[in-house]
């Protein structure tokens, strides 16, 4: 089936480690994006790529990195910058076909810290 | 419906009856808005569509409207079900340069009682 696979589904990190969390799609969706999601709150944008090779800071971009060497992986880093790096991380993928298509999500890695 | 807050609105509902989840956006430029459904530990599920040229779209047992004068959008749910319980987020695309990207509301949990 096509869809978005996000892993771990559980990742825990220590102080001053950077963690990776591997996002992968077979939809052949161009553009991927990364969301953070806090207990009673909604999405927020992390970082957002348009075509391989290419990504833009979302609003919360401070902390993380991410590549995007194939069109189907966009890995997140969470860096040890990020002081706050609890929360449920979310990825999604759309159609580069501009606005008008809706972002179809993974299911989900939820980080923690040790 | 949907607010700036750290408390998520709730609705409860009893099976068979409809439900009517609302949510102020803050962009006029949007011009394509977005229900979801998201189960407790899931990503979010597309459910319905709207673009800015229109002002009611239907779905199966799903209506979305749309009312750009006072920027608002609801979502309304026929014969609501137990499955039906999850939190619901709209989201709006601005279009133009903002290429794809979605700005999320903050959620309303759906409570169905058997």
């Known amino acids: 089936d096509g869809g978005i696979t996000q892993s771990p589904k559980y990742l825990f990190r220590k102080e001053g480690q950077n963690v990776t969390l591997s996002c992968e799609q077979n939809?052949?969706?161009?553009?991927m994006y990364w969301y953070r999601q806090d207990p009673g709150q909604g999405l927020r944008l992390i970082y957002y790529s348009q075509i391989v090779n290419d990504f833009q800071k979302g609003d919360i971009a401070e902390g993380y990195s991410v590549s995007r060497e194939k069109k189907e992986s966009f890995p997140l880093t969470v860096t040890s910058a990020q002081k706050n790096p609890t929360a449920f991380y979310l990825c999604a993928s759309t159609t580069g076909q501009g606005t008008g298509q809706p972002q179809h999500f993974g299911d989900g890695t939820r980080l923690s810290i040790l | 419906g949907e607010s700036v807050g750290l408390h998520l609105p709730t609705l409860s509902v009893q099976e068979g009856d409809n439900s009517i989840i609302n949510c102020a956006y803050s962009n006029s430029a949007s011009d394509y808005f977005i229900w979801y459904k998201q189960e407790s530990g899931k990503g979010p599920q597309f459910i319905i569509d709207i673009r800015s040229n229109m002002d009611k779209r239907q779905g199966q047992r799903v209506t979305v409207l749309l009312n750009k004068t006072v920027k608002h959008l609801s979502l309304q749910i026929a014969a609501t079900q137990p499955g039906d319980s999850a939190v619901y987020f709209c989201?709006?695309?601005?279009?133009?340069?903002?290429?794809?990207?979605?700005?999320f509301g903050q959620g309303t949990i759906l409570t169905v009682h058997p």
């Open positions: 939809l052949n969706h161009d553009a």
């Open positions: 989201a709006e695309n601005a279009g133009g340069t903002s290429y794809g990207k979605l700005t």
